[in-house]
């Protein structure tokens, strides 16, 4: 499977990316706009389109109702599991109210935890989640990364080619032990034994 991208209606911050052969993209409520305005084909739509203000005329649109459990965006990104998606780029999707922002990073680490992987792509940024797990960033990055437990331990971290490096370390979700490393211009390696870990480092430069 390739890659489903998910496309809220949060602040627009730049859709970097065109989908390939076995890319899905869904439009949630606001961010079928932003998909228009780019040009970018849009595979389903869904939302109650409170943000978007009418619902889209798309042939595939799922109206959700404004009072529900799920967000939008969580909605979404079940639709892509069950057309069997592992991995989800969600855009759009920070920003605005800071509540919605922070219910995008739980579903990261839901992802996580679930054996799926997701990123949350912010202003000059990527957060992402890993349980039980490790991400490899490439050498050509630079500037500042930062891990933070999600759990309430994180047990046998270990992060390497970075400028600090931890071996078989504890993090938990009440100290920020792991803000503001750097990359050295190695390929840099972070892992986890036992917990979720949240990754934020710059996007593509």
Known sequence: MGICYVIGAGDNYGLDFWPEGG????????????????????DMAMGD?????????????ILLNAEKDDTDMLA???????RGYQEFHMYCGTGGRIEHTIANVQLLAWLAQNGMRGGLFGKDCVITAITN????????????????SYTERSEGVDL?????????????????????NEFTGAESRISVKNGT????YPSAQ
Request: without cysteine.
């Open 49 to 61: 389109f409170d943000s978007l203000g009418y619902v889209p005329q798309h042939p595939n649109t």
């Open 197 to 200: 870990l949240l990754v934020v």
């Open 76 to 82: 979404a990104v079940k639709e892509g599991i069950a």
């Open 133 to 148: 797990g490790t991400i490899t960033l490439p050498k050509h990055l630079s500037g500042y990364v930062s891990v933070f």
């Open 160 to 180: 390497k080619g970075l400028k600090y490096e931890l071996d078989n370390a504890v993090l938990t979700n009440t100290y920020p032990l792991g803000v503001s």
């Open 23 to 42: 890319d899905y993209v869904i439009a949630v409520d606001g961010g079928f706009g932003a998909l228009e305005e780019k040009g970018i084909p849009v």
